[in-house]
């Protein structure tokens, strides 16, 4: 497949290193290539205090990994005609009707201004709303949220209407369209799911994405007969990973909360297949999902001039670098490889979850390539740009 298996090794061995020093309980990895599974890699345990090992089911938190699922699955929505990315978002969510964007003052006594325009669907799924996340804790914005008792690991008790309305009658953080800023906007997305498929988001997932490509494994919750799969979550501090149990036993509780943001867990096996059928152009073993040309779609820039992150988002933590990548419909995109200083292809798309999960697809070198973990946060490490580095050295064609 145009791989050198001598070179693939050095994957294993820079990862055993990580485990070796600590930094990661256990790792694995998938990389495909013109559709087949070339290399599968990994080490370390999925829960270290118990000495259970990372196996091939292992069950990782993918967390914002669920974002790129739950875009297809809106996308599916779109090629059926329910809506036009141009639409209002008030059609459907009332409180966004005239929603007010934050100019001053304080989270207790916020200053605002009437937007200068709607909300539009394709500024939920670029991430350019004016939507926030609590634990971005750099605004008097993500502040009301956690006032709002929204805060990563213990959000309050409510369902996903519910969080919707608490997030969308809060103010804006910046004018619609106008920058890009990490935030619930999947989360608002999966309700807009609801809304037009008239399901619950895990029955439409798992009905319309998950069963037809075969990720039997991949839900919001891990039930008692696969918990004993599931992988430990784990905590950077002062050099070290410590094991939080308190936030990993959510995973094993049916949630009030759909998160289309952050809510599912999966194996390797399930995820290396949704990266497949992005490869593949919408399609996975004589199951369509998506047109080839929606996906094209989904995957250019849609930042406004073509800019990239860099340029265009606040002061925001998102799952990508910000230098010579851009954003799509669901997806991170390189847009400029010099610019970003490494060897993915510009076309590439991505994205990665809070535990330092992370996949890219590329279309110019036929590759789609998975990492998981359960490092909490996923900056701690530079896994991503590593990983990279450390694929393409391998290809040799």
Partial sequence: MGLDPVRLERIQSHFEGYVTDGKLPGW???????????WVGGSGHRDREKGLEVTDDTIWRIYSMTKPIVSIGAMMLFEEGLFDLND???????????????????????????????????????HTSGLTYEFQRSTPVDEMYRNKGYEFGKHKEVDLAGAVHDWCETPLLFQPGTHFNYSVATDVLGRLIEIWSGQPLDVFLKERVLEPLGMFDTDFWCPPQKVNRLAMLYAHFMGETFAWPEVAEHATRKPKLLSGGGGLGSTAHDYERFTKMLLRGGELDGVRLLSRRTLDLMTLNHLPGGVDLQEFAVDTYAETGFA???????FSVIIDQAKNKNVISEGAFAWGGAASTAFWVDPVEDLAVSFFTQVLPSGTYPIRRELHRLVYQALVD
Avoid: K, Y
Wanted: charged share 20%; hydrophobic share 40%; glycine share 16%.
């Fill in 88 to 126: 209002d978002v008030c059609r459907w969510i009332e409180e966004l009707r005239e929603p007010r964007v934050f100019v001053g003052g304080t989270a207790q006594a916020p200053e605002t201004v009437p937007a200068n325009g709607p909300v539009l669907v394709h500024h939920l799924m670029t």
């Fill in 28 to 38: 694995q990895a998938t990389v495909s290539r013109g559709g087949e599974l070339v």
């Fill in 324 to 330: 010579g990548v851009g954003f799509g419909l669901g």
